[in-house]
């Protein structure tokens, strides 16, 4: 089928198909795993399009070509994990340089900015960024980057992609979109005016928890070429065997993500009516701040909700946290089973007490990612956990 073809086709479709050719040796309709780390060349620089297996593979390159069809991307590169793809864009930066990022926001990213590009010269702040007004405030003449993350981690703030773009562009600053919580199934950050998308391929795209990766999706070309020196420079690459994984789960995001959306609605409801529960966090809640954005700029509300307990209190997290039977308590998310995790201990724990108080994030919240399993099981294992708070 041809890209052109692909590219004009609905997301399942895309999901299948999209950087998918059947193996011109063989006829495989899976792509192959090309396990090797190097090609044979009729000449010296006269190859097949490969030469070595940091540069490039093509097993990778299928996954590249499916996940830029799925983000409408002219451009994908694929990382060894979400954090590397994050630090290629950081590495573009120069010191003196800054980026403004969500505060509320995965606590890797947050370490990376402050603790490993601070001490080289690149600065970093940190804004709520579902307050358009907030974002100019604290934008500086030396901002060069905005990074954004929407639903963020762990409060799903849902933030207005197209207005920070406008207004990002109109002071020369790229835009980068960290949309591995919602996923092309539900939300295409270029579409809005992003410059740059980024995923840990380990959560949803993966999708069965048992791979790590990464990816930036871009329609510019100047941005890919510096990504692609970065891959060859610095060797953050993926291995071909957890690029066929990736590429195993990208065939059912569609209908794993339609899944995780009920459920995970079904959860929010559930909590919200619960006398036990204080605060359900949930852009599918009509109640939530940002329901109506998230109603405009997506397809889904996603799969992750939080909450707190009317005892907001670190002892009765503590007891629902080990209280789960089908929720297992773990770092991660958006595998096909039901998480449960402590973000102030696990996922955050790199951010400051203060800053993450600062930002709304309570020492006694509580994330779920919802899994695929049977809505009735999920709902009577919180309720049974609840009963412990």
């Not at 195993?248 to 794993?256: A, C």
Request: aromatic fraction near 6%; hydrophobic fraction near 40%; charged fraction near 20%.
């Amino acid at each position: 089928m041809r890209t052109d073809d692909i590219n004009q086709m609905g997301l399942g479709t895309r999901a299948v198909h999209a950087g998918q050719q059947p193996d011109p040796t063989t006829g495989a309709v899976m792509t192959p795993i090309y396990q090797t780390s190097t090609y044979a060349q009729a000449a010296p620089g006269n190859h097949q399009g490969y030469e070595y297996g940091r540069l490039s593979n093509p097993t990778r390159s299928a996954l590249e070509g499916n996940l830029a069809g799925l983000e409408g991307a002219e451009h994908g590169i694929c990382f060894s994990s979400g954090v590397a793809a994050t630090d290629a864009i950081a590495r573009c930066l120069r010191p003196g340089d800054h980026i403004l990022a969500s505060n509320d926001l995965y606590g890797g990213t947050y370490r990376l900015f402050r603790q490993v590009l601070g001490p080289f010269g690149v600065d970093s702040d940190f804004v709520d960024m579902s307050d358009v007004s907030r974002v100019e405030q604290a934008l500086k003449p030396e901002t060069k980057l905005l990074w954004i993350e929407t639903p963020t981690n762990p409060l799903v703030r849902v933030v207005d992609i197209r207005a920070l773009a406008e207004l990002a562009h109109s002071k020369g600053i790229s835009v980068a979109v960290d949309n591995t919580f919602a996923t092309p199934a539900l939300q295409r950050p270029i579409t809005l005016g992003a410059d740059l998308v980024v995923h840990s391929t380990t959560k949803y795209l993966g999708g069965h928890s048992d791979v790590i990766g990464g990816a930036v999706c871009t329609n510019s070309d100047e941005w890919a070429e510096k990504l692609r020196f970065l891959v060859k420079s610095t060797g953050a690459v993926p291995g071909p065997m957890d690029c066929f994984l990736t590429l195993r789960g990208t065939k059912t995001l569609e209908v794993r993500m339609q899944r995780h959306c009920s459920n995970a609605q079904a959860v929010a409801e559930f909590l919200e009516a619960d006398p036990r529960v204080a605060r359900v966090y949930y852009p599918g809640l009509p109640s939530f701040e940002g329901h109506s954005l998230a109603q405009r700029q997506m397809d889904g509300f996603g799969g992750m909700v939080s909450f707190l307990l009317s005892d907001d209190s670190m002892e009765a997290a503590y007891r629902v946290l080990s209280s789960t039977r089908v929720f297992t308590l773990a770092e991660s998310l958006g595998g096909v089973e039901s998480l449960m995790n402590h973000p102030a201990t696990m996922t955050h724990a790199s951010i400051p007490a203060k800053e993450r108080h600062a930002a709304g994030l309570h020492d006694a919240l509580i994330r779920l990612s919802v899994g695929i399993e049977t809505e009735a099981d999920l709902l009577r294992d919180l309720d049974r956990a609840l009963s412990k708070a």
